[in-house]
């Protein structure tokens, strides 16, 4: 059915490694630098732990640098993100509970982690 987008199999995957770790990065920017304005005041835990993790983490990942261990981290922060943020037994579902980009953002991260820097990466111009 779309075969013809096998040959931009490379260049859709990084166009996915790219984006999302540009806007993962701005998770980490919220909470620490405040810009965009953040409408709440996240617990100092989620400051020194998640918030470097999003921003520097979102940045290499974007720029395809240790991509594949840093992606793998951020999976986790994000299953963890779901687990203690998110999850409840009022509202287990992530559509209901507002837990839908941790979850994405946790297997997001788990395939870039097993696939690596892939190609417009400066893991991918090292070789």
């Not at 999976?75 to 409840?88: D, Q, R, T």
Request: glycine content about 10%; charged content about 10%; aromatic content about 16%.
């Amino acid at each position: 059915m779309v075969s013809f987008m096998k040959a931009y199999q490379e260049q859709t995957y990084a166009l996915l490694r790219i984006t999302t770790g540009f806007m993962f990065l701005f998770h980490g920017s919220q909470k620490l630098l405040g810009f965009p304005p953040a409408s709440f005041d996240p617990p100092s835990h989620i400051l020194y732990v998640a918030a470097p993790i999003e921003l520097i983490g979102g940045a290499l990942i974007m720029v395809g640098l240790f991509t594949a261990p840093i992606a793998f981290l951020a999976s986790g922060l994000m299953a963890a993100a779901y687990w203690m943020a998110h999850f409840s037994a009022e509202s287990y579902l992530p559509i209901m509970n507002r837990g839908d980009a941790a979850v994405m953002y946790c297997f997001i991260f788990l395939y870039i982690s097993t696939k690596g820097s892939g190609i417009w990466s400066v893991d991918g111009g090292k070789s």
